[in-house]
């Protein structure tokens, strides 16, 4: 299977989508936010600076991400993987696109799933929780609502919202999605890497559609 740079809104259906694809393609599944994580927790000299800087609430920059990204390809053997959450920016992009060349990775897909803003909004506020025993509940979905609408099947407290999938919040965190993802996909399309897969499909539909996409030509 091909590699796979991995980019969709958030609430997607890519966390989903992802575990799919470990699960029955022995993908290495590769987060930027894990390998900071990990890099901390493995009390490198590295891993203490990169911890100075994210308590500090900075942002890690583009060298740093790119290096721990680098350090994790080289350390697979021909095992293919999905990158999720990087490329952020153009900038970022271009870095990674130079990196593939230097360690002459060509066989990369980008896939894009799409999906309109409503469609997500309803997924998102779909979502509630117990507030007591944090079981989640999803009201469109037959398996997995709850009962009794609007309390927990186990404990019978009132379900609540999630804080983060406060309508605003999100459609902010929607559009900003949206713009600053615009100048990536441009610049994979103009590559012919680009492949859009609309996120409203069936799963079964989605996972065909990826296999069809990654498989090696
Ligand atoms: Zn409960």
Do not use: W
């Amino acid at each position: 299977m091909k590699n796979i740079i991995f980019i969709a809104p958030p609430a997607a259906g890519k966390g989903t989508i992802s575990d799919y694809l470990v699960k029955n393609y022995q993908y290495e599944h590769i987060s930027t936010g894990d390998l900071l994580r990990e890099e901390i927790a493995s009390g490198s000299e590295f891993g203490q600076k990169l911890d100075v800087i994210l308590k500090s609430g900075s942002l890690v920059d583009d060298e740093t991400v790119i290096r721990l990204v680098n350090h994790k390809i080289t350390s697979l053997s021909h095992q293919a993987f999905i990158l999720d959450g990087f490329p952020r920016t153009l900038g970022q992009a271009k870095v990674l696109d130079e990196m593939f060349r230097e360690l002459n990775i060509h066989n990369n897909v980008v896939i894009y799933l799409s999906v309109d803003l409503d469609t997500v909004l309803k997924r998102v506020t779909a979502r509630v929780i117990c507030p007591k025993c944090k079981r989640s509940y999803n009201l469109n979905n037959e398996k997995l609502k709850p009962i009794h609408k609007d309390t927990c099947d186990d404990c019978g407290y009132a379900l609540i919202r999630r804080d983060d999938d406060n309508e605003e919040t999100f459609k902010v965190r929607y559009e900003s999605f949206i713009k600053n993802t615009k100048p990536i996909l441009d610049f994979y399309q103009d590559k012919g890497m680009l492949k859009e897969i609309d996120a409203t499909l069936p799963l079964e539909v989605i996972y065909d559609r990826i296999e069809n996409e990654a498989k090696n030509d």
